[in-house]
């Protein structure tokens, strides 16, 4: 039974994946790039989008900073950018989908709602993302390189894959969040058969909505029996009611702990944003927000160093998705949807093996040069970044 059920989830991945036509069947060129791949190589890679938007001043400023852990002991293991933009070509807006997708692809571009809503945030990539790239030029599974997602960015659950022909659904990385977790459930309770009459309905349209989010790859048998097994293993710690387990940013924090443990990953990319919950009002949600942050990049760079597989083959890649504006003439001043200058001005971070120890670049790099650099930290190909290397970070 799960024998057949793979194989029938591949051969839909195969079918759904962009360019279809051109894939043919399986005896086509997908077929052919799989079987020629070589095995993984290189370090492993953790991204950290220092999400929600943040500015450079309550994070790397010594003065203002609200993430000592960063500033004080990770800054020094590696090379931190201090200058770094978001482009402010016209129709490159400052917001987190399109930040994340600037860091995924490794070229700006503007997006706008693929089911034409006016304020929409569903955004697709038309160009590879880092997990395509590292699964078509490796020997990777999609449980091997994970985005972990906010609860409350359910439109960033598919930054996992891209339509670009030749890459798409059939390369995807697997997700972790909440979201992920409820079809999981409500898949499991209904083949249980815990439901009848308007109760059995009500569910069923609950989890035909959730499956409908994703117009590509509505991935109706599930992400593969390694990330179906590893919700099994949360559901057993965290029960099913969801008030046990952690909520926000901690959420995350754990989800990509124990995926370091459970499902050995090669690739994580970690979307945070509680900073983002500044929008209700209130300043301290914002500089919480990055404490909290701070102690996730804490409890994740102890969990990789006290792991053999990890200690001493894994690079940090620290980037947020946008920055926020100071104007002290609004209730709030920590907005990021008006595109002004501050909100182009972030920092990143890289530090692990390879990479240049305590070192610090002042001068003006772009947000889509991480890309290309963690391409080469992987030791793969990345040909349609827009951006050079960072050299700087290169030991």
């Not at 972990?148 to 359910?154: C, G, L, S, T, Y």
């Not at 994580?268 to 900073?275: E, L, R």
């Not at 927000?289 to 690079?315: C, H, K, M, N, S």
């Not at 920092?347 to 120890?357: H, N």
Request: hydrophobic letters at 40%; aromatic letters at 8%; charged letters at 25%.
């Amino acid at each position: 039974m799960s024998r057949a059920l793979d194989r029938r989830t591949f051969l839909k991945a195969v079918l759904a994946g962009a360019g279809g036509a051109a894939l043919g069947s399986l005896g086509g060129p997908l077929a052919a790039t799989a079987a020629r791949r070589p095995g993984p190589r290189g370090p492993k890679v953790v991204i950290v989008r220092f999400g929600g938007g943040v500015r450079r001043r309550e994070v790397i400023d010594p003065e203002h900073g609200y993430a000592p852990f960063l500033l004080h002991e990770l800054a020094p293991r590696g090379t931190l950018f201090r200058n770094v933009e978001i482009s402010s070509e016209p129709g490159i807006d400052t917001s987190h989908g399109q930040g994340t997708l600037n860091v995924l692809i490794g070229r700006y571009a503007h997006y706008e709602d693929v089911r034409g809503e006016a304020l929409g945030d569903r955004f697709e990539a038309v160009h590879p993302t880092l997990f395509e790239y590292l699964r078509r030029s490796r020997d990777v599974a999609a449980h091997e390189a994970i985005l972990v997602n906010h609860e409350d960015r359910i439109d960033e659950e598919f930054y996992a894959f891209s339509s670009h022909p030749g890459y798409g659904v059939a390369w995807r990385g697997g997700v972790l969040s909440l979201y992920r977790f409820k079809c999981h459930l409500l898949r499991r309770q209904l083949r249980e058969g815990r439901f009848e009459g308007d109760e059995l309905a009500r569910k069923q349209r609950e989890l035909a909505k959730l499956e409908a989010l994703d117009h590509r790859d509505p991935n109706r048998d599930g992400q593969g029996p390694g990330i179906e097994a590893f919700w099994e293993r949360w559901r057993a710690h965290y029960g099913e009611s969801g008030l046990v387990n952690p909520r926000g940013d901690r959420l995350l924090t754990e989800l990509a702990i124990r995926a370091l443990r459970e499902l050995r990953p090669r690739l994580v990319m970690i979307n945070y944003n509680d900073p983002d919950y500044v929008h209700w009002g209130n300043p301290a949600h914002y500089t919480r927000g990055i404490a909290v942050i701070d102690e996730g990049l804490r409890r994740l760079v102890a969990a990789v160093e006290a792991d053999p597989f990890y200690r001493d083959d894994t690079v940090f890649a620290v980037v947020p998705d946008c920055g926020r504006e100071d104007n002290r003439f609004m209730t709030v001043p920590f907005q990021h949807h008006f595109n002004s200058r501050s909100s182009r001005e972030i920092f990143a971070l890289l530090f692990g093996p390879g990479i240049a120890r305590g070192r610090v670049v002042d001068h003006r790099v772009e947000q889509i040069a991480v890309t290309p650099t963690l391409g080469h930290v992987l030791g793969i190909r990345t040909p349609h970044c827009d951006a050079p290397v960072l050299e700087e970070a290169i030991a």
